[in-house]
């Protein structure tokens, strides 16, 4: 009997990842959005396998027929300009969109995992950050909309777990990057590189000592599916443990598209973590996950795919 998951977020930058690797490993795939920042085109090719999409605002009742074994909540604008751009919708898919998917993995039975974030963190004063770190968030700045959507995300899932007894994961993920990012979604990688293959300036925001770790979507994938098959339900944090300056990587990116480009320098957004850096012991030793691909690596694959784009 296959094992049938529900995926909402299907046809964002992770929601399409993890529903063709599903696929791949011979689970039935129910995907779920809304599509307000995702986009049908991420999931066009899955459309001749065991893949269903419902077009659906998850956080209004969700109706799936039959088993479910997994229950996967991806959705969520997730980039800084998209949760500016819709903060109620933010909040909506966090807390009532969580609501939603819960209530469906209680009635099915089935296995929740929430995409939580390193935003819980807020800008850290503990570094690298553990799964233990309760975070500096701002609630009242612009990125509260976000962060403290996935922090009210995590409390209802710990709910659901400790009074429904639902088995339910949280995966804290750190920045993430490959294909099927939008050229304009606004994120550091994106940015840059359409820039880059543009020669336009590369917009640098603050003075770029900003810290970030960039884990590429493959490793990610590995981690969540890793996560999802354990019998952990405590947070975990996913991420590529190798941190590099903002500067750093926008040299980087100028440097391996070839692009004559210039850096400029652009006021830092309010509230814009100064550092970010995960503690990935837990991962290691409770999932036996690592990270495969070398920044490099990742950065040629993610070019590629935004040569076609720009
Ligand atoms: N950033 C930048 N230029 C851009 C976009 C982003 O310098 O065009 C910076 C941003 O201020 C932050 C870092 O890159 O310090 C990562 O930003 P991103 O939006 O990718 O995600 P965040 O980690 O802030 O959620």
């Keep these: 009997m296959k094992k049938r998951v529900v995926i909402t977020g299907a046809a964002g930058f992770i929601g399409s990842h993890l529903s063709e ?36 605002d998850v956080t209004n009742y969700i109706y799936v027929e039959g088993q479910v074994d997994y229950v996967l909540h991806w959705a969520s604008p997730a980039s800084p300009i998209d949760y500016l751009e819709l903060p109620i919708p933010t909040l909506k898919v966090g807390a009532l969109g969580t609501h939603k998917a819960l209530g469906l993995a209680k009635a099915k039975g089935a296995t929740f995992v929430i995409a939580s974030t390193s935003e819980v963190y807020g800008d850290p004063l503990e570094h690298p950050q553990k799964e233990t770190y309760w975070g500096n968030v701002n609630p009242v700045g612009p990125r ?19 009074y ?62 890793r996560l999802m098959l354990s019998d952990q339900n405590d947070p975990i944090n996913i991420g ?52 495969q691909v070398q920044l490099e690596e990742g950065l040629v694959k993610t070019i590629e795919y935004f040569r076609t784009k720009v």
């Design 240 to 291: 590529n443990p190798r941190e590099t300056t903002i500067e750093e990587i926008a040299r980087t990116i100028i440097q391996m598209t070839g692009a004559t480009s210039r850096i400029v320098y652009r006021p830092l957004p309010t509230d814009d973590p100064k550092i970010r850096q995960p503690d990935i012991t837990r991962a290691r030793t409770l999932l036996g996950w690592e990270p």
């Design 21 to 56: 690797t599903l696929l791949d490993r011979g689970y039935d795939v129910i995907g779920i959005d809304n599509l307000l920042t995702g986009d049908t085109a991420n999931i066009a090719h899955l459309v001749n396998r065991d893949f269903t999409f419902i077009k659906h």
């Design 144 to 162: 509260g909309v976000y962060d403290e959507a996935k922090r009210f995300a995590e409390a209802m899932t710990m709910a659901y777990h400790r």
């Design 164 to 225: 429904h007894g639902v088995n339910t994961k949280i995966v804290r993920i750190f920045n993430t990057y490959g294909p099927r990012m939008r050229l304009h979604d606004g994120r550091a990688v994106p940015a840059f590189m359409s820039q880059a293959l543009r020669n336009e300036d590369v917009t640098v925001f603050g003075d770029g000592t900003q810290t970030r770790s960039f884990t590429y979507i493959t490793d990610l994938v590995d981690g969540i599916i």
